[in-house]
């Protein structure tokens, strides 16, 4: 079933909760990268353009959940918001409080008000009833906008859904049909590139993503214990011993189902994690006993280059080696500029790292989609249901 879209709804008068991502980095009281923000515009401006009384809902950091706690207040965020939409803020010094009720009931069409940060109430994560009701108890319509929580059951992204008509703002709706998308009906070559630390993080979606994809390409902290289950010997790199043998059945499954594995022919190793390690360049069949793999090396870049390169479409989650470091970032910069450059393809950032590694590289615009949801988007792949999602099924 489709997701119940905010797209044509007749809003004008109403009181509309939407939940939003304003998860966002803020230092001395000012926000730093205002990109979750900006990414909800579109739905915000609908709203007030459609002469909604908009309210606005989200979390902020990892607060205790014992009330007010200053360093995780959402204000700088609604400051920040009010100098990108034509309308008036208002910050609400609660949740759903005396505060929040009296400045929502003196709200005039076209307004917005931001609530307080969701997680200082500690019922917000445990989808309490009465928390959720509370919430409902402010609006008429709810929208959820905010697809990098879809995957958790909290009272703004599932419980205010079964007491309110519910709709999918524009980010959220784009999310969900983009990455539905690719993995129903893809391009292909479909390539697939996974990176990170560990296999049993990844386990879910390498095992759905060989069903789909074409050739799947494997990077990162986890690739060592791919290569221990074809026999090498990594060295003091990162290795999850209880998943060689799962990592050795994966391999075999891929190659049953015609989907190729790539896996690095040589990589960058160093003496310690740090930026100032020495380092060798090596075959992943010469890995010294004292070393550790950071990054993949050029010949193997050279191998995902190729394969990226006569892709029609690709998604990529997860750095090739640590890329916040200067001496192993090469690997990632070489995926991304291998994406960047091929045009043709539909290229897919499926959130976390790999986000911050284009933006890094300043390549974020030359990609076709960047998703704002990290777990959601990988739990999504898996092919498990983002209960935030399932709440707006018509």
């Known amino acids: 079933m489709a997701i119940n879209s905010i797209e044509g709804v007749d809003v004008a008068g109403k009181r509309v ?93 076209g307004e917005i008000v931001v609530l307080e940060n969701l997680r200082f109430d500690p019922r917000e994560k445990k989808n309490n009833p009465e928390f959720a009701a509370e919430l409902a108890g ?57 990176g990170g630390s560990k296999v049993s993080d990844k386990v879910g979606v390498i095992d759905a993503l060989i069903d789909k994809a074409d050739t799947i390409i494997i990077g990162g902290g986890m690739c060592f214990t791919f290569l221990l289950a074809q026999g090498y010997s990594v060295g003091t790199s990162l290795k999850e011993d209880d998943w060689i043998e799962r990592a050795g059945d994966m391999l075999k499954k891929a190659e049953a189902a015609g989907c190729k594995i790539l896996l690095p022919v040589d990589i960058v190793a160093a003496d310690k994690f740090a930026e100032d390690a020495n380092t060798v360049t090596c075959g992943v069949d010469a890995i010294p006993e004292d070393m550790m793999g950071l990054d993949i090396g050029p010949e193997t870049e050279k191998l995902y280059a190729d394969a990226i390169a006569g892709a029609a479409t690709v998604f990529w989650n997860g750095p090739m080696g640590v890329f916040e470091m200067k001496a192993f970032e090469h690997g990632t910069k070489a995926v991304a500029e291998a994406m960047a450059a091929n045009a043709q393809a539909a290229t897919i950032i499926g959130g976390g790292d790999s986000v911050a590694a284009v933006n890094k590289f300043d390549m974020a615009d030359q990609m076709t989609f960047i998703s704002t949801g990290g777990g959601a988007s990988m739990e999504l792949v898996e092919g498990k249901a983002l209960p935030g999602v399932e709440a707006l099924r018509r």
């Open 138 to 194: 402010l609006a008429d319509i709810y929208v959820n906008d905010a697809f990098g929580t879809a995957h958790r059951a909290h009272a703004s992204t599932a419980g205010v859904a079964d007491l309110l008509p519910g709709y999918a703002g524009y980010l959220l709706n784009n999310e969900v049909e983009t990455l539905s998308g690719m993995l129903d009906n893809p391009n292909r070559p479909f390539v697939a590139i996974l």
């Open 17 to 109: 909760i939407v939940r939003v991502d304003f998860n966002t980095p803020i230092k001395d009281g000012v926000v730093t990268d205002d990109t979750r923000i900006r990414a909800a515009l579109p739905t915000i401006k609908y709203l007030v353009d459609g002469g909604a009384r908009v309210i606005l809902m989200s979390h902020r950091g990892r607060p205790s959940g014992t009330g007010f706690e200053a360093d995780f207040s959402l204000a700088p965020a609604a400051a920040r918001l009010a100098e990108l939409v034509d309308a008036p803020v208002t910050m609400a010094a609660d949740i759903a409080g005396e505060d929040a009720q009296a400045k929502i009931a003196a709200m005039n069409d």
